[in-house]
């Protein structure tokens, strides 16, 4: 149980490590143009959610593709060494919870992204000029480091995929 927190805790520094990155990147580069890169930003966080829709479609399917390999792992269950085989369904299980984990987490991004946008729009029509220009310079920041990360999880997701298309190369070896 303590490598599964450390390795949780890993997991969620380097989300942490990543937006912030991704935060002050965006916050350096709207300083350096002047606010000019504003649109240019904003463009990119209008196809938020249409990534966020096709990856989390992706992690469904993805889910899928492995209960599929786990039946095929469980015909295979006589004819291979016992612990060979819980090690490959405890891997699978564990790769099964990581594409729900990615999945959530997508859309825990997005609404969080759409949710800063929202209050955002708000405090600038409320605020003065000058304070409504700092709030565009924090907003937009944080919404591209949840956009950057959402396709971090997206590349965890790849490499899943990658990971189970082996799993199931070894199983089809396996089968008479």
């Known amino acids: 149980m303590k490598l599964k927190a450390t390795v949780n805790a890993r997991q969620l520094v380097k989300l942490l490590l990543l937006m912030g990155i991704s935060a002050a990147a965006c916050y350096g580069i709207l300083k350096l143009s002047n606010g000019f ?15 966020a829709m096709l990856l989390s479609a992706m992690s469904v399917a993805m889910f899928t593709y492995l209960d599929n390999i786990a039946k095929d792992l469980t015909e295979l269950r006589n004819e291979v060494n016992r612990s060979n085989y819980s090690i ?13 984990y990615n999945g959530a987490l997508i859309v825990f991004l997005l609404i969080l992204e759409r949710s800063i946008k929202g209050v955002a729009v708000y405090l600038t029509t409320q605020l003065p000029p000058q304070d409504a220009a700092l709030i565009v310079e924090v907003s937009i920041p944080l919404r591209v480091a949840l956009f950057v990360t959402s396709i971090w999880a997206a590349s965890g997701q790849l490499r899943g995929f990658l990971v189970a298309a ?9 089968r008479k």
């Open 166 to 174: 082996e799993f199931r190369d070894v199983i089809a070896k396996n």
């Open 88 to 100: 490959a369904q405890e891997k699978l299980t564990q790769l099964k919870r990581e594409v729900l």
């Open 37 to 51: 890169a504003a649109s240019v930003f904003e463009e990119i966080l209008t196809a938020f959610l249409v990534v």
